[in-house]
């Protein structure tokens, strides 16, 4: 068979076996005894192939089949007579997956649509329960390439190297914990082979910091990088508002600031003077705050009371750009409303309120679907949070390549709402300060979690967000 380019099925598959092969020698350059697990399609057959070439150089390399290997295609039929000739012994349970230096991955490749089941899913727990490193061949066994969900078991692997093209669903949800380290090859196609594919999904590196984010002018002023309000700081809970309005000024807007519930202004403003706080008692009170305002950001500690959904009608009203987070987006999700000049930063569980579903994992099941149907419901660009988080706007999505768990603590949802809304103010398009912002926020959240993930504090980004933006 001729498939991309004018290349053979079985050439590729001999390409992905001896690229896996490679791989796994540089990884693991002591290991000897080997089980690959090769499942009844062309994933097995690209298992086969890492077994020859592991016999060639003396490997003990042990086979463990799953599935009818009656059914493979006449590629990886082939392939697996080729191992067998050199040696590679089948192995008749999963005990050979016990007492192993690496195991080899190659169940499913891209061919799972549901969750693994029998002896797929037997072999599955076995191997992660084997404590012993994994190379996963183009997508662990149990991921779902497209979506980052794991509809049931997954393989957990050391390594995965994926061929042809990069898999969306690699980046996002779930594949945090099953991916590792990630490799790709091309296996020497053509390039007019990928100009028929054109990429669905962005990655969002670090490196666009610089471009996004040039010199200032030697003759800048305060009144060049804009006026940014934040309004929430509700009743016990100022600091939320504050934590916004701070990653505002360190991103870099000219002025900040709050206006909130009386009771939390002293608690705002307490050792930080660069914060202009305003008590509002009632909506009207915002009208000469908005006139000055240049960018919005609204939801931070907003709670969901009466005063609060007067304040979040007003700021609606007003004309200006928006960050809307928090308590915000769920009185946004009572009463819908489309616009192009906002930006939204739901959580899994928000977004799923805005969709009208019932769970968070309704949204993660297909982050990539959750963020498209959010952004065409409400317009503007949006930020969905998570593992991978995702940016949807008029260029499409892209996948945030920074991160880490130490961010999943209390607050990193309000700096991510002032550093996009400081990043407004200073005259960035709605799409490069959703993008900027959240590149921004994770790489911080990185360079803070050098001391260690586990206690990292939202208001640790801080110092690092003002290095990264310079």
Same mark, same amino acid.
């Given at each position: 068979?001729?498939?991309?380019?004018?290349?053979?099925?079985?050439t590729?598959m001999?390409?992905?076996?001896?690229?896996?092969?490679?791989?796994?020698?540089? $990884?693991w350059?002591? *290991?000897h005894?080997?089980?690959?697990?090769?499942?009844?399609?062309?994933n097995?057959?690209?298992g086969?192939?890492?077994?020859?070439?592991?016999r060639?150089?003396?490997?003990?390399?042990?086979?463990?089949?799953?599935?009818?290997?009656?059914?493979l295609?006449?590629?990886?039929a082939?392939?697996?007579?080729?191992a067998?000739a050199?040696?590679?012994?089948?192995?008749?349970?999963?005990?050979?997956?016990?007492?192993?230096?690496v195991?080899?991955?190659?169940?499913?490749?891209?061919?799972?649509?549901?969750? =693994?089941?029998?002896?797929?899913?037997?072999?599955i727990? *076995?191997?992660?329960?084997?404590?012993?490193?994994?190379l996963?061949?183009?997508?662990p066994s149990g991921?779902n390439?497209?979506?980052?969900?794991t509809?049931?078991?997954?393989?957990?692997?050391?390594? /995965?190297l994926?061929?042809?093209?990069?898999?969306?669903?690699?980046?996002?949800?779930q594949?945090?914990?099953?991916?590792?380290?990630l490799?790709?090859?091309?296996?020497?196609?053509?390039?007019a082979a990928f100009?028929?594919?054109?990429?669905?999904v962005?990655r969002?590196? /670090?490196? =666009?910091?610089? %471009?996004?984010? &040039?010199?200032? =002018?030697r &003759?800048?002023?305060? !009144? $060049?990088?804009?006026?940014?309000?934040?309004?929430? !700081?509700?009743?016990?809970?100022?600091g939320?508002?504050?934590?916004?309005?701070e990653?505002?000024?360190? /991103?870099?807007?000219?002025?900040v600031?709050?206006?909130?519930?009386?009771?939390?202004a002293?608690?705002?403003?307490?050792?930080?003077? %660069?914060?202009m706080?305003? #008590?509002?008692?009632?909506?009207?009170?915002l009208?000469?705050?908005?006139?000055?305002?240049?960018?919005?950001?609204?939801?931070?500690?907003l709670g969901q009371t009466?005063?609060?959904r007067?304040?979040?009608?007003?700021v609606?009203d007003?004309?200006r #750009?928006?960050?809307?987070?928090?308590?915000?987006l769920?009185?946004?999700?009572?009463?819908p409303?489309?616009?192009?000049?906002?930006?939204l930063?739901? $959580?899994?569980? %928000?977004?799923a309120?805005?969709?009208?579903?019932a769970h968070?994992?309704?949204?993660n099941?297909?982050?990539?679907?959750?963020?498209?149907a959010?952004?065409?419901?409400f317009g503007?660009?949006?930020?969905?949070?998570?593992a991978?988080s995702?940016?949807?706007d008029?260029?499409?999505?892209?996948?945030?390549?920074?991160?880490?768990?130490?961010?999943?603590?209390?607050g990193?949802?309000d700096?991510?709402?002032?550093?996009?809304a400081?990043?407004?103010?200073?005259?960035?398009?709605?799409a490069?300060?959703?993008r900027?912002?959240?590149?921004l $926020?994770?790489?911080?959240?990185?360079? *803070?979690?050098?001391?260690?993930?586990r !206690?990292?504090?939202?208001s640790?980004?801080l110092?690092e967000l003002?290095?990264? *933006?310079?």
């Amino acid at each position: 068979m001729v498939i991309a380019g004018g290349t053979s099925g079985l050439t590729l598959m001999r390409r992905a076996g001896l690229a896996a092969w490679s791989t796994l020698r540089r $990884h693991w350059p002591q *290991a000897h005894r080997l089980t690959v697990v090769c499942g009844p399609g062309n994933n097995g057959g690209d298992g086969y192939v890492l077994a020859s070439a592991a016999r060639q150089a003396l490997r003990e390399v042990w086979l463990l089949e799953v599935g009818d290997a009656t059914r493979l295609g006449p590629d990886a039929a082939e392939c697996r007579r080729e191992a067998l000739a050199l040696g590679a012994v089948l192995g008749r349970d999963l005990d050979a997956l016990v007492g192993r230096d690496v195991l080899v991955d190659a169940l499913f490749g891209l061919g799972l649509n549901q969750p =693994p089941a029998g002896a797929f899913l037997a072999a599955i727990t *076995a191997m992660n329960a084997a404590a012993t490193p994994i190379l996963s061949l183009d997508v662990p066994s149990g991921l779902n390439p497209d979506t980052g969900a794991t509809p049931g078991a997954c393989v957990a692997a050391a390594v /995965t190297l994926t061929f042809v093209g990069l898999k969306q669903g690699l980046f996002t949800g779930q594949a945090a914990e099953r991916v590792g380290v990630l490799e790709f090859t091309d296996l020497d196609l053509p390039a007019a082979a990928f100009a028929q594919a054109p990429a669905l999904v962005q990655r969002l590196p /670090t490196t =666009p910091l610089r %471009e996004w984010l &040039a010199p200032r =002018p030697r &003759a800048s002023h305060k !009144g $060049h990088f804009g006026h940014v309000l934040v309004v929430g !700081g509700a009743a016990g809970y100022a600091g939320a508002a504050r934590l916004a309005a701070e990653a505002a000024l360190r /991103t870099g807007a000219g002025l900040v600031s709050v206006a909130c519930d009386p009771d939390s202004a002293n608690a705002v403003g307490a050792g930080r003077p %660069e914060i202009m706080v305003h #008590p509002v008692r009632c909506a009207g009170d915002l009208s000469p705050l908005l006139a000055r305002a240049s960018v919005v950001a609204i939801g931070p500690g907003l709670g969901q009371t009466a005063w609060s959904r007067a304040l979040f009608g007003a700021v609606r009203d007003a004309g200006r #750009p928006l960050v809307v987070d928090a308590d915000a987006l769920n009185l946004l999700a009572a009463e819908p409303l489309c616009r192009p000049d906002w930006c939204l930063t739901p $959580h899994p569980a %928000e977004a799923a309120r805005l969709l009208g579903l019932a769970h968070a994992r309704d949204i993660n099941t297909d982050r990539f679907a959750a963020a498209w149907a959010l952004r065409a419901r409400f317009g503007g660009a949006l930020v969905l949070k998570g593992a991978g988080s995702l940016v949807c706007d008029e260029q499409g999505i892209g996948v945030v390549m920074a991160g880490n768990p130490g961010m999943a603590s209390g607050g990193m949802g309000d700096v991510l709402t002032g550093v996009i809304a400081g990043l407004l103010a200073q005259g960035l398009t709605l799409a490069q300060a959703a993008r900027c912002g959240a590149v921004l $926020h994770a790489a911080a959240g990185d360079a *803070a979690a050098s001391a260690g993930e586990r !206690g990292l504090l939202a208001s640790d980004l801080l110092p690092e967000l003002r290095r990264l *933006a310079n």
